[in-house]
């Protein structure tokens, strides 16, 4: 009898491992562990063996049983693990898609601007924020006691260093850097100490441009900008030039554009002037050049600045212009 309960034991160990899913487990249950299975055979058949066998033989026989049984129980849980684990492994459904950044819509306005102008053989410059004095106001002809120069608009660093005010310090730069000919477009941050509010900001973008060569007339100057407008803003963008001062360039112009909203008949945008001002330029005055040490009697040249987040304010039909620096991504998800 010991014999049959090893043969047993090994066929329900080959059995069992070969179960290879649940109803395999349940015939395997039937088989061997039910009411009517082979191992409550033996147990029936233990009656028949003499008296004094009976104990060592009936431990033999519970030990089998508990085995058997304890296997059972392992395979049928991992079974049912498999089960329960199977949803987390889903391979049929559908990727996530990771989130995807986009380009900051001052961004989207200088690169369009740079295309522009790159178009018609300008390259990019850029310079410091941090400037002094001389190249921010003394190299640009401001006088000594111009008011920009004035702390109220200006931020200090210390006695010498200061936030440039304007890109216009770069074309000093550049110009030390390069002798004539330039035709070069300086996009950059300026600063101005202005009462933060919706409309104005401490920090804002301008694009400044120079173009310097033997014979570079008024004509180019309005010839490029006038390509540059109907480019940018549509063919069909009318302009105006009104004569202003600026101290690095004589004569001096601000160029408007018709309102795109109203198209010129008067809006809130335009504050009802149906002409909305865009930038201002004029032929780079003789003190500069002597600045940066160009002959100014043989090279003349036009020079223009423009602020970017005016553009895109007005493209986009924004009315705070503080969105732009804050980086909340429910704003800039939007362009
Ligand atoms: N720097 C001027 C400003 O900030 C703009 C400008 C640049 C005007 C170049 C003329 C020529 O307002």
Request: charged content about 25%; aromatic content about 10%; overall charge neutral.
């Amino acid at each position: 009898m010991l014999d049959q309960i090893d043969a047993l034991r090994r066929q329900a160990e080959t059995d069992l491992h070969a179960a290879g899913d649940s109803s395999a487990l349940e015939r395997f249950r039937v088989t061997y562990l039910a009411r009517k299975g082979k191992i409550a055979e033996l147990f029936d058949a233990l009656r028949s063996v003499p008296a004094d066998q009976r104990p060592l033989l009936g431990k033999h026989l519970n030990d089998l049983r508990t085995s058997v049984q304890a296997l059972f129980d392992q395979r049928l849980a991992a079974a049912a693990s498999h089960v329960q684990a199977a949803p987390a492994l889903d391979l049929t459904l559908p990727g996530r898609r990771p989130p995807l950044g986009s380009r900051h819509p001052l961004t989207q306005v200088l690169d369009e601007i740079k295309a522009v102008f790159v178009s018609m053989g300008f390259g990019v410059a850029d310079g410091p924020e941090i400037e002094d004095d001389y190249h921010n106001f003394g190299a640009l002809n401001f006088p000594p006691d111009h008011p920009a120069r004035d702390m109220q608009d200006t931020f200090f660093l210390n006695r010498t260093a200061l936030l440039r005010t304007h890109t216009s310090p770069v074309q000093i730069r550049v110009m030390k850097e390069h002798a004539p000919p330039v035709r070069v477009i300086m996009p950059g941050k300026v600063y101005r100490n202005e009462a933060i509010s919706a409309r104005s900001y401490c920090l804002f973008h301008q694009v400044e441009g120079l173009h310097v060569d033997v014979g570079v007339t008024f004509s180019d100057l309005k010839g490029t900008l006038i390509s540059f407008i109907k480019q940018f803003y549509g063919s069909a963008t009318k302009y105006r030039f009104r004569p202003t001062f600026f101290p690095f360039t004589e004569p001096s112009a601000d160029i408007y554009i018709s309102c795109f909203v109203c198209g010129g008949k008067g809006c809130r945008l335009c504050k009802q002037i149906g002409w909305l001002e865009i930038l201002g330029c004029g032929m780079v005055d003789p003190n500069v050049f002597k600045a940066v040490g160009y002959d100014s009697e043989r090279y003349t040249g036009y020079a223009f600045g423009m602020g970017i987040e005016r553009i895109a304010l007005l493209r986009h039909g924004i009315d705070d212009i503080r969105l732009f620096y804050e980086n909340d991504l429910r704003f800039l998800n939007q362009f």
